[in-house]
């Protein structure tokens, strides 16, 4: 058995590449760990199921990274002034919580230079960890959302925050899908008239969903715009995390050799 074992916790679980992505790194750097996944339905549960499947580190997805926050004894500064943990790693009984998606996005979006001004569409789980460190790196993000509710904490934050139903387009130089709109539908994340007044001015466009062209991307290829997916995000807060897991043992490009593979497998 391996010495050390990982695993992601989610609901739905099983469409996620992190065990592939961290059992290719372990084995690649002949680390002696092995990483599973678990479909987690009660979060309250986390921390009991974490210490009674014996793990040593957690990957969080989808809907438990608030619970994932509230599991842990201690927090990285960052992690807890978003309120928000996708990396759990236990040292003597006490579980650490980190926040990799953030960095991972702030890494992803760092080719495209000049950047000045963001729109993020969407103002969801993965909006609040993201813009909370692209303002801390110097941007200026203004959070579009189809409903009024979500944007609350935003505003209250100091954000520049529009409905679809009071948003006077003005030149963003990136425009970024937050949404889950194109996930699983063919949806875009707002009215076409919105895009269309946005996109040509953006200097690129990203998305955060991976592994497929969403309509937002098609639109913004459509104005010969450079675009990227949500592949690079994945793959760069997965290193951080494995980072984590392995006390900083491992350089981030010697990571990175390996768990690319889980993309073009
Ligand atoms: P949340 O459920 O927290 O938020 C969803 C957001 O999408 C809300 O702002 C919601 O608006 C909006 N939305 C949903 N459907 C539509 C629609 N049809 N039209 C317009 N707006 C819509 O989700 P998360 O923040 O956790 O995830 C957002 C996306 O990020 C997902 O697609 C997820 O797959 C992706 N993701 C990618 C990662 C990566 O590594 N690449 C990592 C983490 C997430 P409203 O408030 O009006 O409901």
Redesign the pocket.
């Known amino acids: 058995m391996a010495k050390e074992l990982f695993a992601i916790f989610g609901n739905p679980v099983s469409h996620s590449k992190s065990p592939l992505m961290h059992n290719l790194s372990f084995q690649g750097l002949n680390y002696d760990a092995c990483y599973a996944r678990y479909q987690l339905q009660d979060g309250e549960k986390l921390k009991h199921t974490f210490f009674s499947l014996g793990l040593k580190g957690i990957n969080i997805t989808?809907p438990h990274k608030e619970h994932a926050y509230t599991a842990c004894d201690v927090l990285d500064p960052f992690a807890q002034k978003v309120g928000a943990v996708n990396t759990i790693v236990e040292k003597e009984g006490k579980l650490y919580g980190y926040n990799t998606?953030a960095p991972?996005f702030l890494k992803a979006i760092s080719e495209f230079s000049h950047i000045k001004t963001v729109l993020f569409?969407?103002?969801?789980?993965?909006?609040q960890s993201t813009s909370s460190i692209l303002r801390d790196e110097g941007y200026e993000v203004t959070l579009l959302?189809?409903?009024a509710?979500?944007l609350e904490r935003y505003k209250k934050e100091g954000f520049e925050t529009y409905t679809f139903d009071d948003f006077i387009p003005k030149p963003y130089d990136l425009v970024i899908n937050?949404?889950?709109?194109g996930?699983e539908?063919d949806?875009l994340?707002?009215p076409k008239e919105i895009l269309d007044a946005v996109i040509p001015q953006a200097k690129a466009c990203v998305d955060?969903?991976?592994g497929k062209e969403t309509p937002f991307l098609k639109l913004a290829k459509s104005y010969n715009k450079p675009t990227k997916d949500?592949?690079d995000?994945?793959l760069y807060?997965g290193i951080i995390a494995f980072e984590y897991f392995t006390d900083h043992l491992f350089e981030f490009d010697e990571i990175e050799a390996h768990m690319k593979k889980a993309f073009i497998l």
Not at 178 to 181: D, G, H, I, N, R
């Open positions: 989808v998606d991972g569409l969407g103002a969801g789980g993965t909006a959302n189809r409903s509710g979500r937050m949404t889950s709109a996930l539908d949806s994340p707002a955060v969903i991976y949500g592949s995000m994945l807060q």
